[in-house]
């Protein structure tokens, strides 16, 4: 089993969504909303009033139902649904980058329409230039084959501009390293082409065989407007091939340079967790390769170690990126072609783990293998870890992760523990939290993705209402429609609807550049903003909406965001804590030198929690009677899961109380020294209990 052969699967989640019947009169019946309804209008002023507090109860039931739910929840699915708005139709959607696609011909009606017209038109044709009777016919003063011709064109055209589309397609597809930067816009482009190239030839058998004719009728005047309209709809066609272009483009470049790095990072890890969680590979090869020497029958050895998936019909999917081809790319080599492959790969697949126990069991335990949330997550990194590590042994050492990978894959992923770099071995509670972690980063990456891909197709409708205006001007120039009276009315209206949206159109502008220039955070991060630290749950073109520490959603409008300074928590890098305390002035500096030793060799002693070299200084003094001391150290962390710092925070002030107290070091008020010039005389018996010096007196 080779691991370069190695295929990060996509599997696509299903949604199963129940229809609710729906009764002759309109009544949902089963809807338990409308059942409510249903039984408090049948009810009487005698009703039982065990019968409203039921509804009253159902009703309650189905309102917290309706409550809206935290994205990052682990009781609702992780992954995106298929977005039925994606780009133009992909036929390599299902084969990998270096595989040659399998075309199918599924002929539709239309398709099969056109074909039947070209054989009817081609033997209309043949016949009106062999055929004299036929010759001599003339319609509106042109013979029949110029009609033939154009019928060609017009009905056919279409036919015949998809065989060119298509044959430069596979002329690109011979060449891999040009299919691989080009043929991602080919086929986003492919339609408008198609339909420029059949306008095109239209266009040409008008202007070439009908228009010099035409012109010499008296009556052939309103036909002029013919080859207008034509030349109208092959520049609404180049808009559009323009604007096509110029959105992928765009998208392409913001996903490369802004989530690319995130995306390989994702992807390795889950290589890593189905590798270790299946078996041994690089012991198997080498065992068999050992054998074979042996027996004096040593062959190449190759294994087959696609990670893939079986269908009912018991046929691969090698549906993924290649683990070797995903080490060798890089922002700057990675074509638009790639990076469609690895958002969807992303998007549309989930975390999963390769239990041999689970292979055996067939099919229908598939959803046992996938990583839907962090109990399952808990869980697989307890099987990993009993998987890769020796019998009896409590950490996994570089030695078990050579089984599993190759040597430069295992010291990579040995660096992902935390911990590891200083000891050279993982530990169980190292493991598990890097298992939750890679779940979260990939659930967080997979919204922030699905998000970016929403916002696109809004910005994608609302470059086709800019597009559209600008064909309407232009078409209007063309059919000489556009006299001095019309242009002052329609500028006029523009003052109107900029007097009225400018606002908000200025709004929508602010809000684009601020999401894909800007782009100061994404779905999961943890930002402050306006002193409130908060996570970002969701992305829209107008909108972002974040979450408080109370789980309370707060919506931000992108154009205010724009003007206020955000701080990205998640982008950060370790960052630093500082923990203050005081102690009496009358401390002795001896004790004061021990207490710093003993804190600073705590703090250094944990290298996986934190940086060496902290420091404990004499900060200040305070009235006089009091020493500001400050702790400052360095995590290894930045503050994106917030628990886990003060968890480790929690470690430095239990272990500085301890050393307070074995050193009895402690703060005392300063005495205050209270004369009493005189008191007046007692004329009560009711006095506090503390006072039975004036008691007895």
Known sequence: MDNKDFVVNVET???????????????????????????????????????????????SSTLHRLKTRCRFSDEISHSPPADQNDDDEDPFLDDDISGVPSSRWN?????????????????????????????????????????ALLALALVCGRLVSGWAVRIVVLLMERNFLLRRRVLYFVYGLRHAVQNCLWLGLVLLA??????????????????????????CLLVATLFRLAKTLLVKVL???????????????????????????????????HRSCEQKLQNGRFKSVKFSADVCRKDGNGKKEEEGIRIDHLHKLNQKNVSAWSMKRLMKVVRYGSLSTLDERIFEAGDENESEKEIRNEFEAKAAAKRIFNNVAKPGSMYIYLVDLMRFLKEDEALKTITLFEGSREHDRVSKKSLKNWVINAFRERRALSLTLNDTKTAVNKLHQMVNIIVGIIVFAIWLLILGLATTHFLVFICSQLVV???????????????????????????GDRCEVEGVQMIVEEMNILTTIFLRFDNQKISYPNSVLATLPISNIYRSPDMGDSID???????PMEKLAVMKERIIRFIEDRKEHW??????????????????????????????????????????????????????????MLPVDVNLRQMASLTSDRLPCTWSTCKSL
């Open 206 to 231: 008008w202007h070439f065989i009908f228009d010099g004719a035409l012109e010499r009728r008296p009556d052939s005047k309103p036909l002029s407007y013919i080859t207008k309209v034509l030349l």
């Open 497 to 523: 609807v900029a007097f009225i949206f400018g606002n908000t159109l200025k709004m929508i502008f602010e809000a684009i550049i601020f999401l894909f220039v800007m782009h100061p955070f994404d779905v």
């Open 611 to 668: 940086y060496p070299n902290p420091s404990v200084v004499l900060k200040d003094v305070d009235d006089m009677n009091r020493l500001k001391i400050s702790i400052w150290l360095r995590h290894r962390i930045n503050y994106q899961n917030m628990g886990e710092r003060w968890a480790r925070r929690e470690l430095v002030v239990q272990e500085m109380i301890k050393v307070l107290r074995e050193l009895e070091i402690e703060y005392r």
């Open 13 to 59: 989640s299903a949604v199963i969504a129940a229809a609710t019947s729906t009764t002759s009169d309109g009544n949902h019946s089963r809807d338990p909303t409308y059942a409510f309804l249903k039984d408090n209008n049948n009810t009487n002023s005698n009703a039982n009033p065990i019968t409203s507090a039921a509804s009253f109860r159902r009703r």
């Open 251 to 285: 998208a392409s470049s913001f996903h490369v340079s802004t989530y690319f790095d995130r995306i390989q990072e994702s992807l390795f890890n889950q290589y890593v967790i189905e590798t270790l969680s299946g078996p041994p590979v690089i012991e198997i090869q």
């Open 107 to 147: 002929p539709k009606p239309l398709k099969i329409l056109q074909w039947i017209s070209l054989f009817l038109i081609l033997t209309f044709l043949s016949c009106s230039l062999s055929i004299h009777l036929l010759q001599r016919i003339k319609l509106w003063g042109l013979h029949l084959w110029k009609w």
């Open 581 to 587: 305390f005081c102690v009496h002035v009358a401390t």
